[in-house]
């Protein structure tokens, strides 16, 4: 059932500030962002609200945390032109980035755990036993070296390019990444925390973190999709053919 708020209680610009600890200026430049309905303005030029706005502006507060500033301005810009189609798939795209990053998350934990422990000896080896070892050409590897995500140092004598073994485990995990279908920059950041880190094991916690982080995204998009069908329901029915 929709709610007419339009006819309401009259707002101020304070009275929607202070609700959310926000300045007046902030809930102006909602506004001219589109984030809020526009406002009516009295004789005298003041800018009135209603508990519609109140509800825009609970909706756009609820929606940032799950979807970032600029998602949930876009979302809010297209409910407030009536194009309810547009702010429906910017939601969808969230939530299949959301899906995407679950499932990187999940191949990382997966190419950790089967990662064996850097042996304490030395365990040099060169390129080509290497690029047999993992079934990639030679090439691979150096392009991987050009990423940044290998870093194999050079015998003085030769030149020629010797890996460690610390350096063989991130050719592993930059390969099993590769193989579930993640590019060269998305996987540089995690082999950079390996190294940071000392290695796999310290990464647990980085790992425990990260799984917390995209709860709490979930959480806060469904938050925010209450909010928003709040929202919707309250505002007016656009007109005849306006909905896109």
Not at 210 to 226: D, F, Q
Request: with cysteine; proline share 7%.
């Amino acid at each position: 059932m929709r709610l007419d708020l339009q006819d309401g209680g009259r707002l101020r610009p304070v009275d929607l500030a202070r609700r959310h600890g926000l300045s007046t200026q902030a809930i102006r430049n909602y506004e001219a962002a589109g984030v809020l309905p526009g406002a009516e303005r009295t004789p005298h030029g003041y800018r009135t609200y209603t508990p519609l706005h109140a509800s825009a502006l609970n909706a756009f507060l609820a929606l940032v945390p799950g979807h970032g500033h600029r998602t949930a301005t876009s979302i809010m810009r297209a409910v407030n032109r009536d194009a309810i189609g547009d702010a429906l798939r910017l939601i969808d795209e969230s939530h299949a980035q959301l899906l995407d990053d679950r499932r990187t998350l999940q191949a990382v934990e997966a190419a950790l755990r089967d990662l064996e422990p850097v042996p304490s000896e030395r365990g040099d080896t060169f390129v080509g036993p290497l690029s047999r070892r993992l079934g990639i050409r030679p090439a691979t590897l150096r392009k991987w070296e050009r990423a940044g995500v290998v870093q194999p140092r050079r015998d003085p004598r030769t030149g020629y390019r010797v890996y460690s073994a610390a350096d063989v485990r991130d050719a592993l995990l930059v390969h099993q990444l590769r193989r579930g279908g993640h590019l060269l920059e998305q996987i540089a950041p995690l082999i950079a925390q390996v190294r940071s880190a000392g290695g796999v094991a310290p990464l647990e916690s980085t790992l425990r973190d990260w799984r917390a982080r995209l709860s709490a995204r979930s959480r806060a998009m469904l938050t925010g999709a209450a909010a928003l069908d709040a929202y919707l329901d309250c505002r007016p029915a656009p007109p005849e053919g306006g909905i896109e």
